[in-house]
């Protein structure tokens, strides 16, 4: 528990202190020494004051901070009257078309979120449309990644030949075949 008031004798020593114009940092040392006390350069600060004995009399820091000049790095020309009126208008925005997809050509379980076990693929399906449930692939993941292999190819190269992802699902579907 901190202590809520300073003895006499703490005070007197205080007083003492800043009479001989130290720091508070120093003050506090020597009080702490002196009676085995454990007192902050903030709580001397604020014992000093409410002592009334901390005023502008105390020596400032040598360095007083100097708040930076701001100056224009970009000077303005002169503007013409009705200048304003040549602004180039700006262009409305255009809307998209999302990218579509790639798909692996692997028929998905259609797996909820909570019906996901440890090993399964976590390649999200759906979710396009307000309100549309959001399902999982659901086959047995790639060790090592979160996704079966086809799914994998599609998240990590997104420029990979399609003979290339044809050969990896045709292995794959042998793979769930199989399991």
Same mark, same amino acid.
């Given at each position: 528990?901190?202590?809520?008031?300073?003895?006499?004798?703490?005070?007197?020593?205080?007083?003492?202190?800043?009479?001989?114009?130290?720091?508070?940092?120093?003050?506090?040392?020597?009080?702490?020494?002196?009676?085995?006390?454990?007192?902050?350069?903030?709580?001397?600060?604020?014992?000093?004051?409410?002592? $009334?004995? &901390?005023?502008?009399? %105390? #020596?400032? +820091?040598? @360095?007083?901070?100097?708040? =930076?000049?701001?100056? /224009?790095?970009?000077?303005?020309?002169?503007?013409?009257? $009705?200048? &304003?009126?040549?602004? %180039? #208008?700006? +262009?409305? @925005?255009?809307?998209?078309? =999302?990218?579509?997809? /790639?798909?692996?050509?692997?028929?998905?379980?259609?797996?909820?979120?909570?019906?996901?076990? %440890?090993?399964?693929?976590?390649?999200?399906?759906?979710?396009?449309?307000?309100?549309?449930?959001?399902?999982?692939?659901?086959?047995?993941?790639?060790?090592?990644?979160?996704?079966?292999?086809?799914?994998?190819?599609?998240?990590?190269?997104?420029?990979?030949?399609?003979?290339?992802?044809?050969?990896?699902?045709?292995?794959?579907?042998?793979?769930?075949?199989?399991?």
């Amino acid at each position: 528990m901190e202590q809520t008031s300073w003895p006499p004798e703490h005070s007197d020593a205080l007083r003492k202190y800043l009479a001989a114009r130290l720091p508070f940092s120093e003050i506090v040392k020597a009080i702490n020494l002196k009676f085995k006390t454990a007192y902050t350069r903030n709580a001397a600060i604020g014992r000093a004051r409410r002592m $009334g004995v &901390a005023g502008s009399d %105390r #020596p400032q +820091p040598l @360095l007083q901070a100097v708040p =930076p000049r701001l100056e /224009r790095i970009v000077k303005t020309a002169p503007v013409e009257p $009705g200048a &304003a009126a040549l602004r %180039r #208008p700006t +262009p409305p @925005l255009k809307t998209q078309e =999302p990218p579509k997809l /790639r798909c692996a050509e692997v028929e998905p379980r259609h797996l909820s979120l909570i019906e996901l076990e %440890r090993g399964d693929c976590h390649y999200p399906y759906g979710g396009d449309e307000e309100g549309e449930a959001i399902t999982f692939c659901g086959h047995p993941r790639q060790p090592g990644s979160s996704y079966f292999a086809p799914h994998f190819q599609l998240s990590r190269n997104p420029v990979a030949s399609p003979e290339r992802e044809a050969i990896d699902n045709a292995i794959w579907l042998r793979i769930v075949e199989t399991a």
